[in-house]
């Protein structure tokens, strides 16, 4: 898939476009600072959702699906609609979650044009590869197809604008990728994916977007240059 005005890189520049599902959810859960706990996060907070409603549930940047396995562990009677730039991610989401009340897409999380509302939007590290213009058009087109009192589920790998406090996290969490990675190789991939490959703006910048778009931050987790946003429309 080659690149939009609004993605920076193509999935083939991409480590994990080569990597198998089983080898690609295994490294990102050692890789990402604070993943397994925002999952939890998720889990524990969707499951607070009233079971008896069927919830819609949209998953930008899904990945090989590992986020909305989670969900539809709390919410087993949900729909959902995933979507991702890559192939090879989209085929491990496939392999994961089957086709029972599951649709998957193909495509520039940008430009999405959803054709229902949804209860619940979720998106966990897939949009740094997305600009600043991107980003705010996702977040728009995320308010404004949710339901009343729809939930934005918004983890990412963001920095900061004190300029102490984005060096301090960004040294700590090459400090845990390199702590957790198991080889040379596989230090290298992430670190430069990390390093070069990643558009990182702000977490001020991006509650600020939020907040105009018209989401009420709910709560908020900073693991290093991990941040975990839920909003509620």
Known sequence: MK?????????????????????YDDEIKKVIPGYKKIHQT???YT????????????????????TSAVIRRALPTAYFDLIDFSRQMLSGAKRKLGKNRVRYYLGDLALFKPKIKYDITTTVIGLHHQNDRGKQKIFKMTYNNLNGGGIFIYSDLMTYQNLNTAAYNSARHISHLTKNSKSKKMLTEWAYHHLYLNKLTTVEQQISWLKKTGFKIIKRQDFFNTVLLICRK
């Open 42 to 44: 998720i889990y524990q």
């Open 3 to 23: 690149k939009s005005q609004f993605t920076t890189i193509k999935p083939t520049e991409l480590n994990y476009e080569k990597y198998a599902t089983e080898k």
């Open 47 to 66: 499951r607070k959702i009233n079971k008896k409603t069927t919830s819609h549930v949209l998953d930008l940047g899904c990945g090989t699906g590992i």
